[in-house]
């Protein structure tokens, strides 16, 4: 593949190509044995202030690959075209990591670069968090077909991400939120029609988490004290978990809130994956370099 723009734009036996590599990745990382692929590689990274995770792992993963890293700010919707930008920058680069608000922006940049694009972030969809947690999820549990996936949150670009890897893994997955917010129905759409497990949605809490094998969270919208209010009725903790089953685990998207999405016990107890799982981004990340081809 060229790029990575979202989930859905990937097939099956692709991520699960992806997963042995970063699994051998990792290893090799971890014997302190790191390939250089990416040397004389001109990646361009474009980030928030505000990235702490994404940032962090995908950089620390070019230096590990060899390539030469250029952070840098782009506007893309200022007095000059895309076409233009792209055209000189088609000169230079060899990779685009870029978190951009609109996904159509990021879309056009892939059409138009010479280079790879990888989407590290849009509003729309998060595909490089999703693919990681699915690295490690299928880490820890093997066949994850079989598995409940339950979204505790309204529809947004994680979410959109695991309906569509719902679709493409065939996965079973459940939204759980407060009436109106749902996922859209192009996104619900696309995994009801590809996936050959159970795509749901409901504003039943209860209903939702029974017998749930993941549990997934996202930050609660901020709309102010009424909407905060709907989601209190959401909170996952120590009160419901029970509802899940017996060896649930629990992964709630960062940043989260502690209190909020989570209640604190939950991120102390053995449901919680734990922050070392993150290390995973890492692979997933250089993983997602390495499979892509621009010659």
């Known amino acids: 593949m060229k790029d990575l723009l979202s989930i859905k734009d990937i097939s099956k036996s692709e991520i699960y190509e992806m997963f042995a590599d970063a699994k051998r990745l990792k290893i090799k990382s971890h014997n302190g044995n790191n390939l250089r692929p990416l040397l004389h590689k001109t990646i361009i990274t474009t980030f928030p202030l505000t990235s702490l995770r994404t940032k962090v792992s995908f950089e620390s993963g070019i230096n590990q690959l060899g390539g030469d890293i250029i952070n840098l700010s782009l506007d893309l919707e200022g007095k000059e075209s895309i076409e233009d930008k792209i055209k000189y ?3 230079w680069v060899d990779y685009l990591i870029i978190r951009y608000p609109e996904q159509k922006i990021i879309e056009k940049v892939g059409q138009l670069a010479e280079f790879s694009v990888v989407n590290g972030m849009s509003k729309k969809y998060h595909p490089c ?27 947004a670009n994680i979410s959109n991400s695991w309906f569509n890897a719902a679709g493409v893994l065939d996965l079973n997955i459940t ?5 109106g917010f749902e996922i859209k129905d192009d996104i619900f759409n696309f995994a009801k029609e590809h ?13 939702g988490i029974e017998g749930a094998d993941i549990i997934l969270t996202d930050g609660w919208p901020p709309h102010g004290y009424k909407t905060h209010k709907k989601f209190c009725e959401y909170q996952i903790n120590m009160d419901n978990i029970g509802l899940a089953s017996n060896d649930c685990i629990v992964n709630p998207c960062p ?21 070392k799982a993150k290390e995973n981004l890492l692979h997933m990340q250089k993983t997602i370099l390495m499979n892509l081809k621009n010659d």
């Open 129 to 155: 968090e999703v693919l990681s947690d699915l690295f490690t999820l299928y880490d820890l549990k093997g066949n994850l077909s079989n598995l409940k996936f339950v979204f505790v949150g309204e529809g």
């Open 89 to 91: 920058l088609n000169n």
């Open 175 to 179: 939204q759980v939120c407060p009436e």
């Open 195 to 207: 996936s050959k497990g159970a795509i749901k949605r409901t504003n039943n809490f209860e209903e």
């Open 255 to 275: 940043p989260f809130t502690r209190g909020e999405e989570v209640s604190e016990d939950i991120i102390e107890s053995d449901y919680f994956i734990g922050f």
